[in-house]
Nanobody, 127 residues
Framework: QVQLVESGGGLVQAGDSLRLSCAAS????????MAWFRQAPGKEREFVAV????????DYTDSVKGRFTISRDNTKNTVWLQMNSLKPEETAVYYC????????????????????WGQGTQVTVSS
């Protein structure tokens, strides 16, 4: 079992930065594939970024490459999403998700591979 709690969302202007945090509890965090997804009003939940259990590999959706960075510290049971140069169209609820270690090499961009989800944190980017 893994419990996830996101924080760090807020209201920012276009071009600003935010750092989201996801604090995890449970014994399996250090062996979990961790990801961030987001869901804008009226849209489906979409993949943003994923990190391997040991932090050695990451992947991003094309639209955020070069601007967002996912990282983790297994000693702190925390994963972060550093978001730079935010755009208004990135306004959404951002969710942290945890899945098995093997997920990273299967289809980590699909939300149905993740068994555990946080409650989400709202990010609003004004123009």
């Amino acid at each position: 079992q893994v419990q996830l709690v996101e924080s760090g969302g807020g209201l920012v202007q276009a071009g600003d930065s935010l750092r989201l945090s996801c604090a995890a509890s449970g014994r399996t965090f250090s062996s979990s594939t961790m990801a961030w997804f987001r869901q804008a009003p009226g849209k489906e939940r979409e993949f943003v970024a994923v990190i391997k259990w040991n932090g050695g590999n990451t992947d991003y959706t094309d639209s955020v490459k070069g601007r967002f960075t996912i990282s983790r510290d297994n000693t702190k049971n925390t994963v972060w999403l550093q978001m730079n140069s935010l755009k208004p169209e990135e306004t959404a609820v951002y969710y942290c998700a945890a899945g098995p270690s093997s997920l990273f090499y299967k289809d980590p961009r699909m939300s149905n591979g993740y068994a555990y989800w946080g409650q989400g944190t709202q990010v609003t980017v004004s123009s």
